[in-house]
């Protein structure tokens, strides 16, 4: 079975600010930016390259970074094929130009946050396993919090947690449902929020929901660095004792 990862990366990080940016760059894109002497982008990328069960890697970043990435996975030398193609205006075109690159023999494609590093291997391995035996599957956790539903400012109901999911990535599919539910959104117009939400509009599969974890963060503000440093720190003391 051939699995492709699409790692979406031409994001503008406007909600990150310029402090810890990756200065080869030149920019202050968050998945550009420095981790215990890495881009983001590279831990993100290691952790699927040591994913037994795929098979190569497919980065979508902006035009002027792509030379870039490119010498950044030349240093790298990764076990599996890394490859780094023109991104979009918007996450949707991104991962739709990676999934243009995608071969036709490949059976499930992936779609990763660029800027969620801390995935670990045997999740990725339960949400493709998932996805190989139903066509489709995300990441998720229960939220902790009560929700509560409002309109201007006034609740409106409480929705119970336990019918409630917080997705994450990654999210896997069936490769020619994925290139359907693109195809359907283009022609309608519509913009998703994530990869699971194009598929959902097909009403073709179930998409099934692996349990995640709060480790797998979205490093999306500069308070989120913080628990990177932290979590980095940690997995980095896992591997020294384990070797």
């Known amino acids: 079975m051939k699995v492709s990862v699409i790692i979406p990366a031409a994001g503008l990080g406007t909600r990150m ?13 968050k998945q550009f930016m420095q981790l215990d002497k890495s881009p983001i982008l590279l831990h993100t990328i290691r952790k699927f390259v040591s994913s037994r069960s795929v098979t190569e890697i ?16 030349a240093k790298e030398k990764p076990g599996k094929p890394v490859r780094v193609v023109e991104g979009g205006g918007s996450r949707q075109q991104s991962v739709e130009n990676a999934l243009a690159a995608v071969a036709p023999d490949v059976d499930l494609v992936a779609v990763h946050d ?20 139903g066509g489709a599957a995300i ?3 229960v939220p902790v ?14 929705i119970p947690r336990e019918r409630l999911v917080l997705a994450q990535t990654p999210q896997v599919f069936r490769h020619s449902l994925l290139r359907e539910a693109f195809q359907r959104a283009r022609e309608d117009h519509f913009v998703g929020t994530d990869e699971a939400s194009l598929v959902e509009r097909l009403d073709r ?10 480790r797998n963060i979205k490093i999306t503000k ?22």
Not at 58 to 73: F, N, S, Y
Not at 114 to 131: C, G, H, L, M, S
Not at 232 to 238: G, L, T
């Open 139 to 141: 990441v998720g956790i």
């Open 114 to 133: 660029a800027v969620r590093p801390f995935i670990d291997e045997a999740t990725i391995e339960k949400v493709i396993a998932e996805a190989a035996e």
């Open 17 to 29: 600010n310029r402090r810890g940016s990756a200065q080869t760059s030149g920019t202050s894109r």
């Open 222 to 243: 500069p308070s989120d660095m913080e628990l990177a440093r932290l979590y980095q720190a940690q997995e980095a003391m896992s591997r020294k004792a384990s070797s």
């Open 205 to 214: 599969v179930e998409v099934k929901v692996v349990v995640g974890s709060d």
């Open 58 to 73: 497919v980065v979508a970043t902006r035009q002027e970074d792509i030379g870039w990435v490119q010498e950044l996975m």
């Open 145 to 158: 919090d009560t929700v509560k539903q409002v309109q201007r400012n006034r609740i409106r109901t409480t």
